[in-house]
């Protein structure tokens, strides 16, 4: 079955330090990843997809295949990075978008 | 180019009455989805329309809930019956190979 995990609800950290939001991932074939984030008040968007293999914001996400893991990183983190994190799951196709629960990123001056 | 958009962006209801939802996708996109968002939750998915095929019903919570979709145009979600565990608020979300775009949603509130 197709499934996206995020084990953190709460990733709390204090303005500076390194982030790691953590993603697992099962599927059969070869998915696409996607990171996906919510700003307050704010509508969800894209932040960055494994193809792409580009920095957004300072965030990295690097597809492990053997781990079928997809954390999204960042060295330092901001108090703008505060917001909600959504890792999405693509099985190609007309396959939907299976999204992960969320991890709430909280940036503490 | 114009978003997701989606209305009303508020609505109030009183728990039995039907409430009707509406989303208008970006124009020439294939996909459409449906998703719930409670109060600091995560998302949920609900109904998931892929041009002129079945829809993919499978995350709908009871049978109160009904979406149509008429081609690759607007979209409607019904809840029927309405209760307090309804409300939340309601994303819909249009795409048309990966990236999904998101409209801001409509705030349930079942009195």
């Known amino acids: 079955a197709q499934r996206v995990t995020q084990p953190e609800k709460l990733l709390s950290v204090f303005k500076g330090a390194p982030v790691e939001l953590k993603c697992n991932y099962s599927?059969?074939?070869?998915?696409?990843l996607f990171w996906y984030v919510q700003y307050s008040r704010q509508r969800l968007q894209l932040l960055l997809r494994?193809?792409s293999r580009e920095s957004i914001k300072g965030f990295t996400a690097d597809l492990n295949k053997g781990e079928t893991s997809f954390h999204l990183k960042k060295p330092f983190a901001q108090e703008e990075d505060s917001a909600m994190y959504y890792c999405?799951?693509?099985?190609?196709?007309?396959?939907?978008?299976?999204f992960g629960a969320g991890t709430r990123l909280a940036v503490h001056p | 180019g114009a978003g997701v958009s989606q209305s009303p962006s508020n609505k109030v209801t009183e728990k039995g009455k039907d409430v009707e939802l509406r989303c208008d996708p970006i124009?020439?996109?294939?996909?459409l989805y449906w998703y719930r968002q409670r109060l600091g939750q995560g998302l949920e998915f609900l109904i998931y329309?892929?041009?002129?095929?079945?829809?993919?019903k499978s995350g709908l919570p009871s049978d109160r809930f009904s979406a149509e979709r008429t081609g690759e145009s607007v979209s409607t979600l019904t809840i029927q019956r309405t209760q307090q565990e309804d409300s939340a608020v309601y994303l819909c979300?249009?795409?048309?190979?990966?990236?999904?775009?998101f409209g801001p949603g409509t705030r349930l509130t079942v009195l």
């Open positions: 494994h193809i």
């Open positions: 329309f892929q041009g002129n095929s079945a829809p993919d």
């Open positions: 979300a249009s795409s048309s190979v990966y990236e999904q775009f």
């Open positions: 124009s020439g996109h294939t996909a």
């Open positions: 599927y059969s074939g070869s998915p696409e």
């Open positions: 999405a799951l693509h099985g190609g196709g007309y396959n939907k978008l299976i």
